[in-house]
């Protein structure tokens, strides 16, 4: 019991990481219809982001108050990565609108130019980030063991909070379902598509930020780090649904509780295989994903 109680933490941690890297995937795919390849490069803007503010916090600030670099980081590591999203949106993506293919090719280069700027920046080794204080050690429940920075990351579920209750609740949530279901009879009911198409990517690219910022408690960070949770991201929008959030928690949690499980009996490669095909054969079955928007939109594409 003590051994499936860490194995169900550790799993239910990688799918909240799971869950902040598709997140925005999921929303701004439905929406825009385009193929992000650079969207793990988000993850490790975010990343690198922390580091920076960390190396400040150490050059600038008295040492009984380095803790306090975190929640500094966190906030930093969602603008930024908005703000580069921004611009990675108006100088690329607006131009690739139901392009799938098109969108694929360019924004995987666009990933390549992002790590290689992170290798001429920060220099192709990885670098460490020394977590909070308050984040270190473990609980112990029961015989088992459980990380603090693991349960620390769980707190995923705060920011699915407020993504819902910014889709739900907010008349800019209303606009942007609106326009994942329909773009154009959105755009003839007075929304400004393009305003919604920017600030939605903006958001997404926000929330990998956030989610890099969560990485840098498992481990270094390096120039691929992004690369790393890619795909697991993208399995996430296809098994869930796109645009859909019960659909992303969902998936997040079959796929990282399906990895870790796995993982623990054979190896990490094999895992990654064996749930990469489960994946593949549930879609024969359901191609739309567990939760799919019905729409006249999508029923004529």
């Given at each position: 019991?003590?051994?499936?109680?860490?194995?169900?933490?550790?799993?239910?941690?990688?799918?909240?990481?799971?869950?902040?890297?598709?997140?925005?995937?999921?929303?701004?795919?439905?929406?825009?219809?385009?193929?992000?390849?650079?969207?793990?490069?988000?993850?490790?803007?975010?990343?690198?982001?922390?580091?920076?503010?960390?190396?400040?916090?150490?050059?600038?600030?008295?040492?009984?108050?380095?803790?306090?670099?975190?929640?500094?980081?966190?906030?930093?590591?969602?603008?930024?990565?908005?703000?580069?999203?921004?611009?990675?949106?108006?100088?690329?993506?607006?131009?690739?609108?139901?392009?799938?293919?098109?969108?694929?090719?360019?924004?995987?280069?666009?990933?390549?130019?992002?790590?290689?700027?992170?290798?001429?920046?920060?220099?192709?080794?990885?670098?460490?980030?020394?977590?909070?204080?308050?984040?270190?050690?473990?609980?112990?429940?029961?015989?088992?063991?459980?990380?603090?920075?693991?349960?620390?990351?769980?707190?995923?579920?705060v920011c699915l909070l407020i993504v819902?209750?910014?889709?739900?609740?907010?008349?800019?949530?209303?606009?942007?379902?609106?326009?994942?279901?329909?773009?154009?009879?959105?755009?003839?009911?007075?929304?400004?598509?393009?305003?919604?198409?920017?600030?939605?990517?903006?958001?997404?690219?926000?929330?990998?930020?956030?989610a890099g910022c969560a990485l840098t408690?498992?481990?270094?960070?390096?120039?691929?780090?992004?690369?790393?949770?890619?795909?697991?991201?993208?399995?996430?929008?296809?098994?869930?649904?796109?645009?859909?959030?019960?659909?992303?928690?969902?998936?997040?949690?079959?796929?990282?509780?399906?990895?870790?499980?796995?993982?623990?009996?054979?190896?990490?490669?094999?895992?990654?295989?064996?749930?990469?095909?489960?994946?593949?054969?549930?879609?024969?079955?359901?191609?739309?994903?567990?939760?799919?928007?019905?729409?006249?939109?999508?029923?004529?594409?």
């Amino acid at each position: 019991m003590d051994t499936i109680m860490t194995m169900m933490v550790n799993g239910i941690s990688l799918s909240s990481i799971l869950l902040l890297s598709a997140l925005g995937l999921s929303v701004t795919f439905g929406l825009m219809r385009v193929i992000n390849m650079a969207h793990g490069e988000f993850l490790m803007i975010g990343a690198y982001t922390t580091f920076m503010v960390q190396n400040l916090f150490l050059a600038h600030v008295p040492k009984e108050l380095f803790d306090l670099y975190f929640p500094v980081a966190l906030i930093a590591s969602f603008v930024v990565s908005a703000f580069i999203g921004i611009a990675l949106e108006a100088a690329v993506i607006s131009r690739l609108y139901g392009r799938e293919i098109d969108s694929l090719l360019a924004t995987w280069g666009v990933s390549l130019v992002l790590q290689q700027a992170a290798r001429s920046i920060f220099g192709a080794p990885n670098v460490n980030i020394t977590a909070p204080s308050f984040l270190n050690g473990v609980v112990h429940l029961g015989g088992a063991v459980l990380s603090i920075k693991r349960i620390f990351i769980l707190l995923a579920a705060v920011c699915l909070l407020i993504v819902w209750f910014i889709m739900y609740r907010l008349p800019f949530g209303s606009q942007m379902r609106a326009c994942i279901q329909n773009r154009d009879m959105a755009g003839c009911l007075g929304i400004q598509v393009r305003r919604m198409d920017r600030l939605t990517f903006a958001m997404g690219s926000g929330i990998a930020g956030l989610a890099g910022c969560a990485l840098t408690l498992l481990g270094s960070v390096g120039p691929t780090l992004g690369g790393n949770y890619l795909v697991d991201a993208f399995m996430v929008v296809v098994l869930g649904g796109v645009g859909r959030l019960a659909g992303a928690v969902i998936g997040a949690a079959i796929i990282g509780i399906s990895n870790t499980v796995i993982e623990f009996g054979t190896g990490a490669s094999i895992a990654k295989a064996l749930v990469l095909v489960l994946v593949i054969i549930f879609l024969q079955k359901m191609p739309q994903g567990l939760f799919s928007i019905r729409s006249r939109a999508l029923d004529e594409n």
